[in-house]
């Protein structure tokens, strides 16, 4: 049964929910010592990991275990945040008898949820320049893909939260492909957009969706409806041309934006003030070493929290990160420096970061709807994950049931994709598959 294990979890199109949509077949056929299911949920406003843990532990703990067996792991850790007392003590119920499995209890702070982070607080070990988790035997899933492994059933539903702007804020399993305007509509929210923006993902990482009728895929953990002359849509929608001219203008490198980085903080180097420098002075030799660059985790941490210029240092960084990994620029899988002494005094909290971004307003519980939301139409993208885009499988005009696999990528690197509804393919393009309940 153990060697099936990859074999389900591909066929059920099974991806990191957490953001990334690596496929799990792969990421879980590897031999770590140690398997951390993330449930730092460290984007500000998103409640959804804490409450699959608090409503759903067991399915967490089963699909942890699976993935014990399955890479032959000696320990399992479940990360989460002190302040998630009812997930918690559901979980320590669930595991106290099972010696395999710890709960860790960390600090709320950002970015918590980074990979590299959760790997230090749980081993203590840093994860090298250019590498992943398992160089220091690690591998770190997600709490939905953790639940999705122990359901073992066609990938078909996402659990979102709906917030910001709405009257009644909720978290919500929806059927994949809904489009956002249903949800908003459901939540309360407004109906004009010209007066409101959506944040698709966190208030950090997440980005500007300017089509509210864009569809859920297996990544999207929230939207975030915003007026529009919120400070934070207006610094996501800032052109990068006028990002530059105010680099050049007043960055007066003060260096804030490194001091609190948190990959420079673990060692890697992140120099996000060089890369700023570099760019005022159109040199490229002062951007620094290459691992200033290439170790930024795009957290934004510098840009929405530590700049006092209101400069964009991440997005700077990230788009000669993007450049130069384009050129094929690779670097040694070292670890530059030892940790700062003073890390845990550096820590954001976030609180602290949720006033800084003008959000305590929409800090709301959006309490877990458990009714399956009810969709009659759907879109689903062919592309959901990390890899190739998956070929349709089915025509228009098609009858399919909700678990119909219609989308595959064969044995390339990607997921499945499976009808979310019952109904008629109404169309198929290279990019989605469109159904009619
Ligand atoms: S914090 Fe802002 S002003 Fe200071 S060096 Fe960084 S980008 Fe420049
Ligand atoms: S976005 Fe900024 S703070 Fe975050 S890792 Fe990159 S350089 Fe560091």
Redesign the pocket.
Known sequence: MPSNYIDRIKEQGIVGAGGAGFPTHVKLNSTPEIVIVNGAECEPLLRVDQQLMEFYGEDVVEGLKIALIQTGAEKGVICLKGKHHSAISNLKELTKNDKQIEIKIIKDYY?AGDEQQLVYEVTKKIVPLMGIPLDVGAVVINVLTAMNIARNVPVTERVITVTGEVKNPQTLIVPIGTSFRKLIEFCEGPRDESRYSMIVGGPMMGHVEEDWDAPVTKLTGAIIILPKEHHLIAKKTRKTQTDLQLTKAICCQCSY??D?????INGLN?E?HK?MRGLANEDPSALGAISSVV?????????LY?CPMDLD??KI??MVKQSLLKKGVKTEKIIPHEVDSLRESKLVPTKRLIARLDLSDYDVPAPLNQTLFESYSVKILLKQHIGVVASPLVSQGDTVTKGTLVGSCGDLLGANIHASISGKIISVTPDYIEIKA
């Open positions: 970015p934006c490194t609190l980085c948190p990959r420079n992140t996000p890369v170790s930024c985790c795009d957290c934004q941490l510098c840009s530590a240092p991440g960084t990230n």
